[in-house]
């Protein structure tokens, strides 16, 4: 029902009534909603596998799944990542300040699952999950080989939110897989089986509709 009303938008002759011309309680049927309390919907995010620990650092390396990370900017180039305070990679994190976000493929999400149901505390998830640990070029926990992208990170700010302490990051290095680049060396986003979690549920991301600038741009 949404969805039909959402395409009379752009569809001027099957437009039941041009939009400037309805009344709220129009407008309100055509778009129905419901009104939720607040919470954490924004979707789809993606979701990653922060590798921290090891080196000289008196932890051994450690595995948490994270939904809550973000590219917060561009130059210099930094990310986020939010963590529970008790969560034993928040310990980590603290301690050595720097992490990995190792970004899985949708192929990897029963491991990306489970290494956010197990904690560090209870089990070595490298070892368990048969994940490969490589070193770093810039920091000194490892990455995850296995995952086709690697950001190394080291946290320049960490603010305390809530329930939630987000470690603000700058980038230090890059590592992309072979296979997520073309012929030209291009980033082939496409192909790259990419994961993306909606709402507590993985999903896999396929179908390119777009590319940026695509809508002004010119046809050749
Ligand atoms: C899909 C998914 C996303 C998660 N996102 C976060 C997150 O953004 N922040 C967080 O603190 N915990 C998150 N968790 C929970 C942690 O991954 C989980 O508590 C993990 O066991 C902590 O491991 P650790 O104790 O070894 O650090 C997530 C779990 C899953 C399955």
Request: aromatic share 8%; net charge positive.
């Amino acid at each position: 029902m949404f969805r039909q009303a959402a395409a009379y938008q752009y569809d001027s002759e099957h437009q039941p009534k041009a939009k400037s011309e309805m009344t709220e309680f129009e407008l309100k049927q055509l778009f129905p909603k419901h009104v939720w309390k607040p919470g954490t919907l924004l979707m789809p995010v993606p979701v990653v596998l922060v590798s921290c620990g090891g080196g000289k650092s008196p932890y051994a390396p450690n595995i948490i799944t994270v939904a809550w990370a973000g590219t917060i900017c561009s130059d210099p180039a930094m990310l986020s990542i939010s963590v529970r305070q008790e969560r034993y990679s928040h310990e980590i994190i603290c301690r050595t300040q720097e992490f990995v976000v190792n970004v899985p493929m949708a192929s990897q999400a029963k491991i990306t699952d489970w290494c956010g149901m197990k904690s560090g505390r209870d089990v070595d998830k490298f070892a368990e999950t048969r994940l490969t640990p490589l070193p770093a070029t810039q920091v000194k926990c490892p990455i995850i080989g296995d995952c086709p992208l690697n950001i190394e990170c080291k946290v320049v700010k960490t603010i305390p939110l809530g329930t939630h302490d987000m470690f603000l990051a700058k980038i230090v290095a890059v590592q992309i897989a072979d296979s997520l680049l073309d012929r030209r060396g291009k980033l082939d986003t496409e192909h790259a089986d990419l994961l993306a979690y909606a709402h507590s549920e993985y999903h896999a991301l396929g179908r390119k509709v777009g590319s940026f600038g695509f809508s002004v741009r010119k046809h050749r």
